[in-house]
């Protein structure tokens, strides 16, 4: 299985860059998500890496091949790649069942019809679509239609398996049933997966890493764990996370024992950084996950301003000073409108920004100074 390697990748149309000069090895067996907002260059790497889109400059490997290098003229086709592609709207042939959409490419590739038989049967036991081997593609639900591409995507075991947005057509409950059919799928076979997505919570879940990009430059390449506790910027702690990251500005004040003092609305709190850094400007950002605020009988006094909740958990937001911050409540609990109550901080997970760089300083403890 194959290493996928991209060395200053650069896409230009006229004076717009579609991707920036991105660097990044996609590891043997990897499932790695292209996440980011709309136009943020993910599609169009998926695509220069299955040769679909032709770069500006820069060089692809896969697999040890050189598939293009602006610099020597190399620049295999999509076939000669050996890679599958899974399109957003299944792209199936309406006139053939679903055993003639599995075949089809296999008889393409000129295979025999025992190997092909043995190939589509073990598809249909894989995908759990043995029963609808006869149907035609108007004749199957969204979910299992796309069971039905992702079968015929695999059947000429490709190296690595593209997929852009391929669940984005599905309703809620199919997305995440279909969700643990790829993650299984993924175990099974060994493959490389590259997966665009503009749905964060899609890609913390499927991927072994998440590239994350914003207008073509590369934000953070990481396990969706550390993308998610430990974001390189304000961008990145703001886009990953559902509730939202709370962000509020402050100051912060170095101390003789290697703690901080921070200061907002008023309020003075003690930081005890994980580890050291160096801190060049007091005015900083404090990033706090909302299940890092807890509410409590003691505290900083905050008013709510809403309460949702979901069953096992609620999302409380509350009023403190000019902020909005979001808590996340674990249990069957609801807050009244405008109901008083005090929050704290928990957890050695409270990130602080430089204000100006937006950069990650460092995470640790937050505590009510006394």
């Known amino acids: 299985m194959p290493e996928i390697i991209l060395k200053n990748v650069t896409k230009r149309w006229g004076k717009f860059v579609g991707v920036d000069n991105l660097n990044m090895t996609i590891k043997d067996r990897g499932f790695v998500t292209l996440l980011g907002p709309s136009g943020c260059g993910k599609t169009t790497t998926l695509r220069m890496i299955a040769g679909l889109e032709t770069p500006t400059s820069g060089q692809i490997i896969i697999d040890g091949v050189t598939v293009f290098d602006s610099e020597k003229g190399i620049n295999i086709s999509p076939a000669k790649r050996n890679v599958g592609f899974l399109f957003q709207n299944y ?8 055993y003639q959409n599995i075949a089809f490419g296999l008889e393409n590739l000129k295979w025999k019809k025992e190997d092909i038989k043995a190939r589509v049967e073990e598809l249909l036991k894989m995908l759990k679509i043995e029963e609808f081997v006869s149907r035609y593609p ?3 639900s969204g979910g299992q239609q796309q069971r039905v591409a992702i079968a015929r995507t695999l059947a000429p075991n490709p190296k690595v ?10 309703d809620a409950k199919l997305r995440l049933e279909m969700r643990t059919e790829l993650k299984r799928l993924h175990t099974e076979t060994n493959s490389t997966f ?6 964060q919570l899609e890609a913390m879940t499927l991927a072994t890493e998440v590239c994350l990009m914003k207008t073509g430059l590369l934000q953070q390449y990481d396990p969706p764990l550390t993308v ?4 390189n910027n304000l961008f990145v702690a703001d886009f990953v996370g559902n509730p939202a990251m709370n962000f509020v500005e402050a100051t912060a004040k170095k101390l003789e024992n290697g703690t901080y003092l921070i200061k907002f609305h008023d309020i003075e709190t003690i930081f005890t950084p994980n580890n050291e850094f160096e801190l060049k400007n007091e005015n900083v950002v404090l990033g706090i996950r909302p299940e890092y605020i807890e509410i409590t009988k003691k505290g900083l006094p905050a008013k709510v ?3 949702l909740p979901a ?17 996340v409540v674990f249990g069957i609990i609801d807050y009244k409108v405008d109901e008083k109550v005090s929050i704290d901080f928990k957890g050695n997970g ?15 403890k937050l505590e009510i100074k006394k």
């Open 305 to 307: 301003y809403s309460t």
């Open 194 to 199: 590259v997966y665009v997505t503009h749905d």
């Open 161 to 170: 398996l593209f997929m852009d947005e391929p669940l984005s057509n599905l």
């Open 311 to 327: 069953g096992m958990e609620t999302t409380v937001k509350v009023n403190l000073g000019n902020d909005i911050l979001t808590s």
């Open 350 to 364: 409270i990130i602080l920004f430089d204000k100006e760089s937006t950069n990650r300083l460092v995470d640790g």
């Open 91 to 98: 792209a199936l042939w309406p006139h053939m069942t679903v």
């Open 228 to 231: 998610y506790a430990k974001p």
């Open 138 to 140: 108007s004749e199957l």
